[in-house]
């Protein structure tokens, strides 16, 4: 394959992939999280500024990076974000990844290069979490950035590369607080290909021309990323003392203490075999199969030269961050993106070495494998995006949202649209721990008051959401405190055909809905004249 086709079929795979990224991207209901990122998005386009919190939300280059594409349509406020403009940011960074194997085709081999880009086009864990606003998908990217920089410096050292390096690796801790774990893994696979004596002649002379002004202007260019995004451009010199005091809160996150914590195969069971209730069965087998075959191709040292030295790397620096991702307690999902990336790289270097075996049968049987596993995952990727893309069934939605957001947010709506002052119409929600999200981001623009306790104190709002603990400081409020000829009678907001339906934020998190009974009427009014005139039309 010659260097231009290889060129053309990458990007063929890159648009192939962003396809696959943007379809319907603003159908799926917002996660919690990508809730609260939006909102802090929105402070910031807003002018009320950024400030890196070390307990929560991660690093600020998602925040940051977003602000082109609201700049780009104009937005100004948060009240003007779309889940599309958020969205769009992921996309780009999702795609991207498939076209860095572009720098290390020749080392890693164009057939394993094309393999690797077309897997992580289609693969159902990579599309979906292209999709949502968080921090993931920018960390693998940058991840990525790292070593495929690092590599090409010790090939040809110069000024460039060596600043493309420290550029990824401030990103890298920009983004999000595991890049450590991504730096540890690095590290240690450097070790072991050290003590192990791999090619210890080629490491020498590669080592040899290795620069200390380089080292410099390496950690140089990491430091200013760094401390550019973690000040806030330079308007929050704490951020900076913050961004190193937040590991003391993620280390004890990654222990026991939180309701995060799965057993250590919970990853690895994700990708081989999920399937939950009566959904379908979701498995990304070719790829796990596949990247098996590979690291037994590196380790039996098929290989020479420079793929040597790349995809012994690969493979040690994937095996590690399996394994202290396995051994980490505290587990969400897209947290296995950062190794799955290495396992995918894996799986098109196992594909080239099968494709080497002179056997014509077992071609045959290669590609018809590879064709097979590889439709599975475009089937997977498309229900996965579409049908179950808030469902439980699907292994990559976690603690998600549930559709019952827009009916709750629509009839709340629906009921201020009826009162004299419109949006301005008092809405108060009460959840405990504020467990609201994403109502805030549905509910944007209107003027809602929220609490995780039920203030007796306080005037009763005309709609009110609630969850159940708390409903019964609700009842007392409205029907037991005020005094006689003052209480107003409310209704369940969500009323259809003489029954309440349960409502959810998501599996399990109810949410209940009052209107006063004043606001009720006139919106029943308001909906019989609006039949009328239709009516009449």
């Known amino acids: 394959m010659s260097r231009p086709i290889f060129i053309v079929i990458i990007l063929l795979i890159a648009v ?34 950024y400030e890196y919190d070390p307990h929560e939300y991660h690093g600020p280059s998602l925040n940051y990076l977003a602000l082109l594409p609201a700049w780009l349509g104009g937005t100004r406020n948060y009240v003007e974000l779309q889940e599309s403009m958020l969205r769009i940011v992921p996309v780009v960074f999702g795609t991207l990844l498939v076209l860095l194997v572009l720098p290390i085709g020749d080392v890693l081999g164009r057939v394993a ?54 550029v990824c690796l401030g990103m890298m801790h920009a983004t999000k607080e595991t890049f450590v774990i991504a730096l540890g893994a690095m590290g240690a696979a450097l070790c072991v290909m050290l003590c192990a004596r791999w090619r210890v002649g080629q490491w020498v002379n590669d080592i040899k021309r290795v ?44 222990g026991h203490t939180s309701p995060h914590v799965h057993p250590w195969h919970y990853y690895l069971g994700l990708l081989s075999f ?46 590690f961050m399996i394994l202290i991702y396995s051994l980490i307690p505290y587990k969400t999902p897209w947290c296995l993106l950062s190794f799955y990336h290495g396992i995918i790289l894996l799986a098109g270097v196992g594909v080239a070495c099968l494709f080497q075996l002179k056997s014509h049968f077992f071609r045959f049987v290669l590609g018809a494998v590879l064709l097979v596993g590889t439709s599975h995952l475009v089937w997977q990727s498309n229900v996965a995006n579409n049908l179950y893309n808030a469902d439980s069934r699907n292994p990559y939605v976690y603690a998600h949202t549930g559709s019952d957001i827009f009916q709750i947010a629509n009839r709340v709506k629906e009921m201020a649209q009826a009162h004299e002052d ?48 708390l409903e019964e400081a609700l009842m007392r409020k409205l029907y037991e405190l005020p005094p006689p000829g003052q209480k107003e009678l409310y209704m369940h907001l969500f009323y259809d055909d003489g029954q309440v339906p349960k409502m959810e934020l998501r599996p399990q998190v109810e949410i209940r809905g009052f209107v006063a009974k004043s606001l009720w009427d006139r919106h029943e009014r308001a909906k019989v004249e609006a039949d009328s005139t239709t009516e009449g039309l």
């Open 16 to 49: 192939v992939a962003a396809v696959f990224r943007l379809q319907d991207l603003a159908e799926r209901p917002m996660h919690g999280d990508e809730a609260v990122n939006a909102f802090k998005l929105g402070e910031t386009l807003e002018g009320r500024g």
């Open 113 to 166: 290069s094309v393999f690797a880009a077309m897997f992580t086009a289609v693969s159902p864990a990579m599309v979906f979490y292209s999709r949502y606003f968080i921090h993931e998908m920018l960390l693998v990217c940058f991840t990525a950035g790292a070593i495929v920089c690092g590599y090409r410096y010790l090939k040809r050292p110069g000024i460039l590369w060596a600043s493309l390096v420290g």
């Open 211 to 254: 620069r200390p002004a380089h080292c410099v202007v390496m950690l140089l260019a990491a430091a200013a990323v760094s401390v550019t995004f973690f000040s806030s451009f330079f308007s929050n010199a704490e951020g900076v003392r913050d961004s190193v005091l937040a590991y003391t809160n993620y280390f004890d996150r990654a």
């Open 274 to 319: 999920y399937q939950f209730d009566n959904g379908p069965v979701f498995s990304e087998w070719i790829v796990l199969l596949l990247a098996l075959v590979g690291l037994g191709f590196t380790i039996r040292g098929s290989f020479d030269g420079d793929n040597a030295l790349l995809l012994r790397f690969v493979a040690l620096y994937t095996v």
């Open 422 to 469: 419109g949006q301005d119409t008092p809405i108060q929600i009460f959840c405990p721990h504020d467990d609201y999200w994403p109502l805030p981001w549905y509910l944007r623009g209107y003027r809602v008051q929220y609490g995780s306790e039920v203030a007796d104190e306080s005037k009763s709002a005309p709609i009110v959401l609630i969850q159940p603990p």
